[in-house]
């Protein structure tokens, strides 16, 4: 994995939490710790659906 593709799976990473975070917090108003929480797994199962549709791609 070259160094693209980890800043890629980073962004993905950031962009989808964030966003993530923001939809259930605001709209959604959950608390805090919970959007944090939901956030962060969401992201973190973004980046690995990127990482494994970039391996299949090499």
């Known amino acids: ?5 980890i800043i890629i ?3 993905v ?3 989808i939490t964030v966003v993530t975070f923001f939809l259930l917090n605001l ?3 959950l608390p805090e710790g ?3 929480i939901i956030a962060i797994v ?4 973004a ?3 990127y990482r494994k549709k ?3 791609r090499t």
């Open 1 to 5: 994995m070259g160094p693209k593709q």
């Open 9 to 11: 799976g980073l962004l």
């Open 13 to 15: 990473f950031i962009i």
């Open 27 to 29: 709209i959604l108003q």
């Open 34 to 36: 919970v959007s944090v």
């Open 42 to 45: 969401v992201g973190l199962l």
């Open 47 to 49: 980046e690995v659906l």
């Open 54 to 56: 970039a391996r299949s």
